[in-house]
Nanobody
Framework: QVQLVESGGGVVQAGGSLRLSCVAS????????MGWFRQTPGKEREFVAA????????AYADSVKGRFTISRDNARNTVYLQMNNLEPEDTAIYFC?????????????????WGQGTQVTVSS
């Protein structure tokens, strides 16, 4: 099991950038696939991006491809989500999640551990 704490959310104008961070503790961080998801009121949690244990492979939702970049620093037990050219539709609570297997997954149920989330608000 791993404990996750997100930070870096805030309010930004459309076209702006934010970088989210998620720090892990409690277990062997480099043994986990890491993902970012987001959720708005009344909607299901949706996949944003994921990265393999060594950082070699990544996956993105179509809606964020070319604008968001996921990365990780295993020495710092941290995964990042760099978000550029933000749009009002990106407004959501963003969660990081950990999956203790080899393969990337894009569904929330595949992830075992979750952070508490950080709010991102993009104004038009």
């Amino acid at each position: 099991q791993v404990q996750l704490v997100e930070s870096g959310g805030g309010v930004v104008q459309a076209g702006g950038s934010l970088r989210l961070s998620c720090v892990a503790s409690g277990s062997f961080f480099s043994g986990y696939v890491m993902g970012w998801f987001r959720q708005t009121p009344g909607k299901e949690r949706e996949f944003v991006a994921a990265i393999t244990r060594g950082g070699t492979n990544t996956a993105y939702a179509d809606s964020v491809k070319g604008r968001f970049t996921i990365s990780r620093d295993n020495a710092r037990n941290t995964v990042y989500l760099q978000m550029n050219n933000l749009e009002p539709e990106d407004t959501a609570i963003y969660f990081c999640a950990a999956r203790g297997t080899v393969a990337i997954a894009t569904t929330p149920i595949a992830y075992n551990d979750w952070g508490q989330g950080t709010q991102v608000t993009v104004s038009s």
